[in-house]
């Protein structure tokens, strides 16, 4: 950050922003990284990419952050919820082909909790159908599906280094293309929809506006900070895992009936960005009260988007949506961060053991 100040550069498109690029493209495999200040705008370039638009559908779960809906409901297109799978809460592939209708674009695979979908059966129907595979890896940086990176198996993907993230510079984000042709278009829409890159390479004699734009690069301070963060990628994700995989080993298989604990397919690795229970709906409260008096920070989310108010004017969900609507009031994320060390997991696992315990009928643990 100390040398962005010193050459002077902060606006975008500076070397630590070219430095970026180059991390992920060797992370990923990706050819084509285009770093923005936010995976919301990486979501909406790739559906200005997408060109959908008025009276197109984009098929995604509801289980999301709204970004993933918003950025399709700014072109006018109508983001159709299907319902996500019980065991890894991400969309259910088996249930996509039934809300493809002859006005749907896109698929757009959310991968929650950094455990991708099952993207070689996404990538299937994607392809029957002649629609974009679209993944919004937000939280799946340096996660793989069947040894190939999560982001590389869409036409178009998009990363989030939001300061919940396991990289982050605060507000970040990138944009993952497949193809040459998305890519070059898409350098254009993030600069405002002008040719600025090919003048700035002497490409062109001046620039000027040539397709519908947007600003959503990354300035050159929050890049070198991304950096920083990007070059212990590998030893900040293997830290989240093992924290992960302590939870997993003391809680998988020892909690009460109507308890559960993450599912990881065996064809995903996944990148340790949350570690969270489903309990009992009526308990969800009570245990997230309960950490909360021993000092610990839990929480739950998403609000199933076909339930928001906005869904009402601009999207739909033609089918059942049980998990999606039963499954977020059951959840609670436990504190998991890259410093978090063994003795503050046993304290949560302790606490969630003790909440367990005192439950009528309920203190026998499956797996004693
Ligand atoms: C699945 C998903 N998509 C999109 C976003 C938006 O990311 P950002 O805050 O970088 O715009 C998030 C952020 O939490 C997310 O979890």
Known sequence: MQEVLRSGQLSAGGLS???????????????????THSCTAALELAAILSEVGPGDEVILPSFTFPSTANAFVLRGATPTFVDIRPDTLNLDETLVEAAITPRTRAIVAVHYA???CDLEALSAIAHRHGLLLIEDAAQAYLSSWQGRAA???GDL?????????????GEGGAL?????????????LRDKGTDRQAFLVGQVPRYSWIDCGTSAAIGELAAACLRAQLEEAEHITARRVAAWVRYDAALCGSLPKGFQTPVVPAAARHNGHLYY?????????ALLRHLAQAGIEACSHYEPLHTARAAARFASAPG????????PARLVRLP?????????????????????????????????
Do not use: Y
Request: charge should be neutral; charged fraction near 20%.
């Open 277 to 285: 229970l489903l309990v009992p709906a009526e308990l969800r409260d």
């Open 114 to 116: 950094g455990v991708p």
């Open 17 to 35: 922003t070219a430095a970026c690029e180059g991390l992920m493209r060797q992370h990923t495999g990706s050819a084509h990284v285009l770093l």
């Open 320 to 327: 059942p949506m049980l998990q999606s609507e039963s499954l």
């Open 176 to 188: 993952l293309c497949n193809s040459a042709s998305l890519a070059r278009r898409a350098v254009t």
């Open 336 to 368: 998991l961060w890259c410093g978090i060390s063994d003795v503050e997991i046993d304290q949560v696992v302790a606490e969630v053991r003790t909440f367990a315990e005192r439950l009528p009928g309920r203190a026998r643990a499956l797996g004693a």
């Open 157 to 169: 993907a998009t990363f989030s280094f939001h300061g919940t993230k396991n990289l982050s510079c």
């Open 151 to 153: 982001g590389t198996w």
